[in-house]
């Protein structure tokens, strides 16, 4: 299993520019979400899946569109970048349901910066 | 979502025992206590969870006290690889998935 996979691992934005950044897994998880951690703090939840075509907000959800076509995919997408968003950005997955439900795997990020 | 209080920062002698203690006096009966970690630049991965009994895997062992208002992780045999953010994390195991709230945590630095 490859687990968790993100794309791209770094990106340079212009403000104004869009983009979107990828997520997948192949452990067929139920729940897939989309996490922000600025330098020094914690994980913030940005936009959650709880299943292929059910989306939600999180947290943050302000200037990121998500979409969930599939089990196997979750892309983030931003609208119109801001320095704001300057972030490292985590995508995760776990089971929906059960005692397995709140053990979540993480992808190795994405490194965004907006310019 | 119970709190937990956790140590800033702690040291640990490659090759011997870490042990990162974590509080959490108000946990209700329902709550799992997990622990997760961060290696610097990485995605947290999760370590081992559990409800009142001892646990271990592969990675840790999980020791709570009988009163559950306090937990323990083990790491028995620390590598510089461990050097890491360790957060423990209390909730209730709902059976549906949902947000993850990782507060400071406690940097562990193993040394040579």
């Known amino acids: 299993n490859a687990g968790v996979t993100q794309t791209p691992k770094f990106q340079v934005l212009k403000t104004g520019q869009s983009m979107t950044l990828q997520c997948a897994q192949d452990?067929?998880?139920?729940?897939m979400s989309w996490y922000r951690q600025d330098p020094g703090m914690g994980l913030r939840l940005i936009h959650y899946?709880?299943?292929?075509?059910?989306?939600d907000q999180g947290e943050v959800p302000n200037g990121y569109n998500v979409s969930r076509s599939t089990t196997e995919d979750f892309p983030l997408r931003l609208l119109s970048a801001a320095p704001s968003q300057t972030s490292v950005y985590f995508c995760?997955?776990?089971?929906?349901?059960?005692?397995?439900?709140?053990?979540?795997?993480f992808g190795p990020g994405t490194r965004l910066t907006v310019l | 979502d119970a709190k937990t209080t956790q140590p800033p920062s702690m040291d640990c002698a490659e090759g011997r025992a870490a042990n990162l203690p974590c509080n959490h006096s108000?946990?209700?009966?329902?709550?799992?206590v997990y622990w997760y970690r961060q290696i610097h630049s990485q995605g947290p991965q999760y370590i081992i969870h559990?409800?009142?009994n001892n646990e271990t895997n592969e990675m840790a062992s999980l020791i709570i006290t009988e009163d559950r208002k306090s937990s323990t992780l083990i790491l028995p045999h620390a590598t510089l690889r461990d050097t890491a953010v360790y957060y423990c994390?209390?909730?209730?195991?709902?059976?549906?998935?949902?947000?993850?709230?990782f507060g400071s945590g406690t940097q562990l630095t193993v040394l040579p």
């Open positions: 994390i209390v909730r209730a195991t709902s059976g549906s998935a949902r947000q993850l709230t």
């Open positions: 899946s709880v299943g292929a075509g059910i989306t």
């Open positions: 995760a997955s776990s089971y929906g349901r059960g005692v397995r439900a709140d053990t979540q795997y």
């Open positions: 108000t946990i209700s009966g329902n709550e799992y």
């Open positions: 559990g409800l009142k």
């Open positions: 452990m067929n998880h139920e729940y």
